[in-house]
């Protein structure tokens, strides 16, 4: 830096972003610090989560790798699919996460929120993030089963740092869609029934439990316009031994950042008409 | 000083004018009451105070800052109890005012010591490490409105505060919303159905009645302007045309009973 004689208001010009930018970074913080400890008094949330993961890599995973029904190349399913089941549970916990601001409103809750100091991007932000670590969650459980069934596992710590920042990425992702279905709908009711519409789609137009070259090439199409294709195809790049990239990893997450960040934005825009 | 200004404020929503130019001016300090029945529009007002709705028309200043260019000048110097429940029931009594303390940017070490004095003020130390959800009606509203003030705001705006509370817990509410503004001048707005908390608790008042203030004054004043020696309730019924028995939505009658049931 210069010193400049006059330059009382230089520094300010410069800082007020910067700025701007830590208060954001803080305030998202403290909504996600807030989302963790009403978590750490709800344990048990978590847990119930792990029964669905569980089940679709014992039965559906077992039946279909006898079968071999589903040509997945050099790899077995079981390898195949697992990576696809983190990326459904992730999914299935992220994408009902929009009930929880709906319950919040009905209560009152969001309104102080809303008449306080943080911007309302931060406040969808930081409950994306407690989303995400609830979807970390689901990587102890699913990664010792794999493990334990045989699956060859890539547990370099940049894979395993990958696959956690993936995971996060995608929950960010598909939460901060909730929320914004969520601020849009309104009601639980008519939450519930499209919530229930939007799975099924996510999950099989995507990549997660059969190749997308078996498709036909209207859903191929539809799939590459579907995120949680990008985080599949980022975790089993990382989660298995040698695994290989159909779009690369820089693809993948520039999709994903780039998605989770136009949603956090409208998300943010939309908050304050959720309250009138 | 006037801590709140409202110049011919307005605000529609399609063909319904909730609130039609109202002026209003409150000084420092003082706790001024917003009577209506239902639908008079004192919640859409509060709501446009504390920016959470834009106005359609007129202008509105809040601790000196306009609502609309300045929103996040004004949401740093207030503080705002909503009538619906707004504390966290799955944290507890100490983590709801930590959460609003950071929220707030207090620095740590005027956080813990200004959390410890909120909690005995309203009389929740002992329960500060239980879960929000085992409290009482008037607790949970004590510790809501200790939220609302870790940030020592200009002006606090509370939205029928004592709804759904008890005799004796209404009382302690009131006491406790003196208190603050004996001990740090905090400047009070509050709307409220129950005529004894306007007469007891405000220094003036504004009767609100179809979106517009039918008579404001001291509670003393608006009694003498009716027939010498009128009740508040004459007072009501005499401006707002109505008693207090008034017709609000469903939703609305809903709404109520759902939340005096949850405080209750």
């Known amino acids: 830096m210069h010193a400049e004689l006059d330059n009382s208001r230089a520094p300010a010009a410069w800082l007020q972003p910067l700025q701007a930018i830590a208060f954001f970074v803080r305030k998202t913080l403290n909504i996600a610090e807030m989302e963790m400890r009403k978590l750490r008094h709800e344990p048990m949330d978590l847990l119930t989560r792990a029964a669905q993961p569980v089940l679709w890599i014992l039965i559906f995973g077992q039946v279909l790798a006898r079968t071999r029904a589903i040509p997945t190349g050099d790899v077995g399913y079981l390898e195949f699919m697992s990576p696809g089941i983190l990326a459904q549970s992730m999914l299935f916990i992220s994408i009902f996460y929009g009930i929880s601001i709906i319950w919040e409103r009905d209560l009152g809750i969001i309104h102080k929120f809303l008449a306080g100091p943080a911007p309302r991007a931060s406040l969808v932000l930081g409950k994306g993030l407690s989303a995400g670590v609830r979807g970390i969650s689901q990587i102890f459980i699913i990664y010792p089963l794999a493990y334990v069934l045989g699956v060859k596992l890539d547990f370099h710590i940049l894979s395993l740092l990958g696959t956690v920042f993936t995971v996060l990425l995608g929950a960010v992702l598909f939460s901060t869609f909730s929320l914004f279905v969520a601020i849009k709908v309104k009601t639980r009711e008519r939450f519930m029934g499209i919530g229930q519409f939007m799975t099924m789609p996510l999950f099989f137009a995507s990549n997660a439990i059969y190749p997308i070259e078996i498709m036909p090439g209207w859903l191929q199409a539809i799939s590459r316009f579907n995120p949680l294709t990008y985080v599949v195809d980022a975790l089993r790049t990382l989660m298995l031994e040698g695994g290989q990239s159909h779009f690369g990893l820089g693809v993948d997450f520039a999709v994903l950042i780039l998605v989770s960040a136009l949603l956090v934005w409208a998300a943010g825009r939309a908050y304050p008409g959720f309250v009138n | ?264």
């Open chain 2, 1 to 264: 000083m006037n801590v709140i200004e409202t110049h011919a404020l307005t605000r529609q929503f399609g063909d319904f004018i909730a609130v039609n130019g109202v002026s209003l001016t409150l000084h420092e300090g003082e706790i001024f009451g917003l009577l209506g029945p239902n639908g008079a529009g004192k919640t859409t007002m509060i709501k446009m105070l504390t920016t959470l709705l834009p106005p359609s028309g007129g202008r509105a200043l809040v601790a000196g800052y306009d609502v609309e260019r300045e929103a996040a000048k004004v949401r740093r110097s207030t503080g705002y109890v909503p009538q619906l429940l707004s504390a966290d029931g799955n944290m507890t009594g100490y983590e709801n005012l930590l959460i609003f303390a950071k929220i707030f940017d207090l620095p740590p070490n005027i956080r813990e010591e200004r959390i410890r004095a909120l909690l005995e003020m309203m009389g929740l130390q002992d329960s500060a490490d239980k879960m929000v959800k085992t409290y009482s009606g008037g607790m949970i509203r004590k510790l809501e409105i200790a939220q609302s003030v870790i940030h020592r705001p200009k002006v606090l705006f509370l939205d029928e505060p004592t709804v759904g509370l008890d005799p004796i817990a209404r009382t302690s509410v009131w006491e406790h919303i003196q208190r603050l503004r004996n001990e740090f001048n905090t400047t009070i707005l509050l709307t409220t159905h129950y005529m004894e908390e306007a007469d007891d608790l405000c220094n003036r008042i504004a009767i609100m009645h179809r979106g517009q203030i039918a008579a404001s004054g001291t509670p003393q004043e608006l009694k003498a302007s009716v027939n010498g020696g009128a009740s508040l309730d004459d007072v009501f019924a005499y401006y707002a045309g109505t008693a207090l028995e008034t017709g609000g939505s469903y939703i609305q009658t809903s709404r109520t009973r759902i939340n005096a049931r949850r405080v209750g």
